[in-house]
């Protein structure tokens, strides 16, 4: 038995959710399982050919994953403006339709062995005034895997998402610590012990990466690394 799909959400923005989520795909795909991927609603979106949104995280997942479904499918909504999926959206005279994500959603798992959603942000990110990322991953019926950006200040926000999820039912599988920074000072350096102490071990902890180039190579670098800094069956199988 396993787990069809998971959340993937973060303590803040800039933690390396989409790192950590190309790592584990990347890693996955290396395994003969066919991934699929989402980013439901990507903002910050630099302009492409014919004056569209391009989402540069998306595009990403779809690489490092090998997702065969449409980009426009993987990512329903790119925007512009580089802020909350909701005021984003007003901004750009946007109606988000959450049916509509559930919906990308349920095509894109139904063609994959394994599907990975990543959110904006945490998990009270609003989507929409009536939603945020928790509904939405409420309603996928996806476990949570919580990305904590190794620095200061990541042992609270560690805390109160990973409590926030349990006390509203939400399945958290565990969280990956990733160090975003190539230098890291004592707090950062620290975290790992601290949450061990507090959350019981990780599931992972990511190094330092950098920036990741959309290239073969990089993709079997991706893979090897996350095939030794996380453990993957802990993701696929049930407690």
């Known amino acids: ?38 980013k439901p609603v990507e903002t910050g979106c630099r302009l492409g050919m014919g004056g569209r949104p391009v989402p540069e995280d998306a595009s990403i997942l779809r ?3 090998g997702c065969r479904s449409e980009l426009t499918a993987i990512c329903p909504y790119a925007l512009r403006q580089p802020l909350a999926p909701l005021l984003a959206a007003e901004r750009e005279r946007v109606d988000i339709d959450l049916e509509r994500l559930v919906h990308c959603y349920q095509g894109i798992a139904g063609a994959h062995d394994f599907t990975l959603v990543e959110g904006a942000g945490g998990l009270l990110v609003p989507i929409t005034d ?12 996806a476990p949570v895997l919580v990305v904590v950006g190794s ?12 409590r926030y999820a349990e006390s509203i039912g939400l399945l958290v599988l565990g969280y990956v610590v990733n160090f975003p920074r190539s230098e890291n000072d004592e ?36 893979a090897d690394c996350f095939a030794t800094c996380l453990h993957l069956d802990d993701l696929l199988i049930p407690a």
């Open 1 to 38: 038995m396993r787990f069809r799909s998971i959340f993937v959400t973060g303590t803040d923005t800039g933690v390396g959710k989409t790192t950590v989520s190309a790592g584990i795909a990347a890693a996955l795909r290396a395994r003969a399982l066919s991934v699929g991927v989402c």
């Open 63 to 65: 690489f490092f994953s």
């Open 130 to 141: 009536a939603a945020t990322y928790a509904d939405l991953a409420r309603r996928l019926a």
């Open 151 to 162: 620095r200061l200040g990541a042992i609270n926000h560690a805390l109160l998402t990973i």
């Open 187 to 222: 707090a950062a350096c620290s975290n790992v012990e601290v949450l061990t102490r507090l959350l019981g071990p990780p599931l992972g902890v990511v190094p330092f990466l950098g920036e990741l180039s959309a290239t073969e190579l990089v993709r079997q670098r991706l």
